[in-house]
């Protein structure tokens, strides 16, 4: 999935969420009053008639104090919502992705094409016939690899048994893609499993579950690629406690070498994870590896983390949750908008008469209100911004800790229960841009409907 269509530009959002046929009409209402009320008086009219306009729509803006202050902070409290709503679910996505590829995929990972089909299954026929003549490849070219066979098994220790997905790791290689060789992975006194060694190192939330500690010898039941059952005795000599929960739930690490034997891999393997440079462009760097490959390794692919990830239906969620917010800010702000302005133009139906029967026109007229309705806008979104930054300072810097309420639970996202939100100042201006713009377009309704009258049934209004 290319990151375009993971992050569609945020004002078009709630196009996407309505409807394009419903955009189009919202567009062509915009456009239409954009050019016939705003354009042609502020930029065809007389000088003195746009400063008038301007000064007597501040004048308004602050007669009914009360007022206006409890439709900005109406509008407030919608915007502050939907930014610190916005940079929480990013926040979530950016950390699981940085914990996605740090320890369990890579940036990216080259596969055998058919092997792509079946590796919900973990298939062992499906492999890189030469990794390490790709790895050399690669690393001529500036990208750090390495190979991996990954297969499920079933862990036995004493009395206890417990399904687990096995990576079977080039120790020296590894780090070059993977950050499990830190202080921060490994618990006090753990080992980094070695080449040619029955070692193994085990997420500390499966260890926990089945009662393992360091220096006990568990067995893996797995089958080989033929079919047929084979059973690795390992000895623990690391228990791992990583930001990732798939790999403290049920990660098992193991030397390369020693799985190739015990599965008769012959030295192939399933998959060679790469360290790209810049992984936020992921579309426009496992199409560079794509190209380097592609007349060498005919028979291969390369899959993003987003493929691998196959987070498709939260990233949607995700998508849904900011469209359903978003519209919420327009309709806390075109009601309030609208209701302010509707009692504040038959308050002044009298004088809009006046000003009609002295001689000003219905655009200047219009635009007095516009710019009220504006002015509100533009006290609501600041105040909403400040409100709403400092909100999301307290969860970027601090977070908030869900550990009591989820403990050890897995729901997708590769991340642990302290939640950290995120800075995203195109969700700012776009925000604060469109709460201005969609003031001004629900004063239209109000004033449209007193321009109507006739300026004999205004003076007369009562």
């Known amino acids: 999935m290319a990151d375009k269509k993971r992050k569609p530009f945020i004002l078009f959002r709630p196009f996407i969420f309505t409807g394009k046929w419903i955009a189009g009409v919202i567009y062509f209402w915009f456009v239409t009053i954009l050019w016939e009320v705003i354009i042609r008086e502020l930029i065809l009219n007389k000088n003195h008639i746009r400063r008038f306009s301007l000064q007597l729509g501040l004048k308004n803006l602050f007669r009914y104090k009360k007022r206006t202050f409890i439709t900005c902070i109406a509008i407030a409290v919608g915007i502050a919502i939907f930014i610190w709503t916005d940079a929480f679910i990013m926040g979530f996505e950016k950390d699981s992705d940085t914990n996605f590829i740090l320890y369990e995929t890579g940036s990216a990972q080259i596969l055998d094409a058919k092997y792509v089909e079946e590796k919900d299954y973990l298939p062992l026929k499906y492999t890189i016939k030469t990794p390490d003549k790709l790895i050399s490849f690669l690393k001529q070219n500036g990208i750090p690899a390495t190979k991996r066979i990954v297969f499920g098994g079933e862990i036995f220790f004493r009395n206890g048994s417990k399904q687990a997905t096995v990576y079977a790791i080039d120790p020296a290689t590894n780090s070059d893609v993977f950050s499990l060789n830190t202080k921060k992975v490994l618990t006090e006194t753990s080992v980094f499993i070695r080449a040619g060694m029955q070692e193994t190192m085990i997420g500390e939330w499966l260890a ?35 930001e990732n929960p798939v790999i403290n739930k049920a990660g098992i690490f193991v030397p390369y070498d020693v799985a190739d034997e015990k599965l008769m891999m012959q030295g192939e393997a399933t998959d060679v994870p790469v360290n790209l440079a810049d992984w936020k462009k992921i579309e426009k760097e496992t199409a560079r590896v794509s190209s380097l490959i592609a007349n060498d390794y005919p028979g291969l692919v390369v899959q993003s983390y987003i493929d691998l990830f196959g987070g498709g239906t939260i990233m949607e969620s995700k998508r849904y949750v900011i469209n359903v917010m978003l519209v919420l800010v327009f309709v806390i702000a075109a009601v309030g908008i609208t209701n302010t302005m509707l009692m504040a133009v038959f308050e002044r139906i009298k004088e809009i008469g006046m000003m009609r029967a002295m001689g000003m026109m219905d655009p200047g007229i ?70 201005i713009l969609f003031a001004m377009i629900a004063s239209f309704i109000p004033s449209s409907k007193a321009l109507g009258m006739e300026v004999t049934d205004c003076l007369r209004y009562q």
């Not at 590769?414 to 776009?430: A, D, E, K």
């Open 208 to 242: 926990d579950d089945m009662g393992i500690h360091l220096g006990d010898t568990i067995d893996i039941r797995t089958r080989t690629r033929t079919g047929a059952f084979t059973t690795l005795t390992l000895n623990v000599t690391a228990i791992i406690n990583t």
């Open 366 to 435: 219009r635009v007095t209100f516009l710019f009220e309705a504006g002015g509100i806008g533009v006290i609501g979104a600041l105040i909403g911004l400040i409100l709403g930054s400092l909100l999301n300072s307290y969860t970027y810097f601090i977070g908030i800790d869900f550990t009591g309420l989820m403990g050890r639970m897995e729901f997708g996202y590769r991340m642990l229960n302290i939640f950290r939100s995120t800075w995203n100042p195109q969700t700012m201006i776009i925000a604060f841009s469109v709460s």
